[in-house]
């Protein structure tokens, strides 16, 4: 058993996708073990992203994650991570599988919905970052 750390990001949020995107993430077997919807400030998404800064899209990256509201989330089921990569789809939504949380919902490469951790040093930074260990109830 395993947990990654997830974000539905304010594009989702702002069409109260909330519920269909945890529809998926439940179809797929995992476990929402914790979740609340917070508003990301400046400072608390540039040090989420921190290592995309160099790129061309950070500006562009960090302000889509502080335009509203988001909610965090832990997920735990077998694989955890790999198996919330593959409901999330492909980064950008033209490349991503039908049946995929970003195929289905995401607006853009920009605006693709949801964020999931990408290994299981990153999953538990980023877990780490946003809960405490008593709001985590698996
Ligand atoms: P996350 O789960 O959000 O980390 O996405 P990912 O792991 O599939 O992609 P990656 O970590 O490479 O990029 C992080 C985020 O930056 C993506 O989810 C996109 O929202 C955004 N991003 C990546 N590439 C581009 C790009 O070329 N243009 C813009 N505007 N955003 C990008
Ligand atoms: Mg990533």
């Known amino acids: 058993i395993e947990r990654t750390f997830s974000i539905l990001k304010p594009d989702a949020t ?3 996708l909330t519920g269909a995107i945890n529809a998926l993430i ?3 077997g995992l476990r929402i073990v914790a979740q609340k919807r917070v508003q990301m400030t ?3 998404a540039e ?3 921190a290592v995309h800064k160099e790129r061309p899209f950070f500006g562009e990256l960090v302000g889509t994650m ?3 509201p988001v909610v965090v989330q832990v997920l735990e089921g077998e694989d955890a991570i790999k198996t919330y990569r593959g409901v999330l789809g492909a980064t950008d939504p033209a490349k991503a599988d039908p049946g995929t949380i970003r195929k289905e919902h995401a607006l853009s490469v920009g605006e ?3 964020h999931g951790s990408d290994a299981l ?3 538990a ?3 780490a970052q946003w809960f405490s260990g008593n709001e985590i109830v698996g």
């Open 112 to 114: 693709n919905s949801a």
């Open 125 to 127: 930074i980023e877990i």
């Open 121 to 123: 040093d990153t999953a």
């Open 47 to 49: 040090t989420f992203y």
């Open 14 to 16: 702002r069409r109260n």
């Open 66 to 68: 502080i335009a509203g």
């Open 26 to 28: 439940e179809k797929a």
């Open 42 to 44: 400046r400072a608390q």
